[in-house]
């Protein structure tokens, strides 16, 4: 098992910066891949980006691509979404997840809002 805490978030106005961080616990060595999600009312949840733990490679949802960055602390088995240049289509509520063994994200951060104004 893997637990994940997320922290961050918040509400920020348009064109603004926020840092989410996910940091992981338990059976951490199992997982390869730390995801990031979102979901806003009314929409199914979106994947956002995934980075690789061991080599640092991350990737991202068109939508958010030269906006926001994905990296990691392995010392700390912590996770991050640096979000800049912020919209309000942004808003939402933002989840971590981790890998199991399979390669499915099993392992889900309790989920932090993001609220961006106009």
């Known amino acids: 098992q893997v637990q994940l805490l997320e922290s961050g978030g918040g509400l920020v106005q348009a064109g603004g910066s926020l840092r989410l961080s996910c940091t992981a616990s338990?059976?951490?060595?199992?997982?390869?891949?730390l995801g990031w999600f979102r979901q806003s009312p009314g929409k199914e949840r979106e994947f956002v980006g995934t980075?690789?733990?061991?080599?640092?490679?991350?990737s991202y949802v068109d939508s958010v691509k030269g906006r926001f960055t994905i990296s990691r602390d392995n010392a700390k088995n912590t996770g991050y979404l640096q979000m800049n240049s912020l919209k309000p289509e942004d808003t939402a509520v933002y989840y971590c997840?981790?890998?199991?063994?399979?390669?499915?994200?099993?392992?889900w951060g309790q989920g932090t809002q993001v609220t961006i104004s106009s």
């Open positions: 997840a981790a890998t199991n063994s399979d390669g499915r994200y099993d392992y």
């Open positions: 980075i690789d733990w061991r080599l640092g490679s991350a």
């Open positions: 338990g059976r951490t060595a199992s997982s390869n891949f």
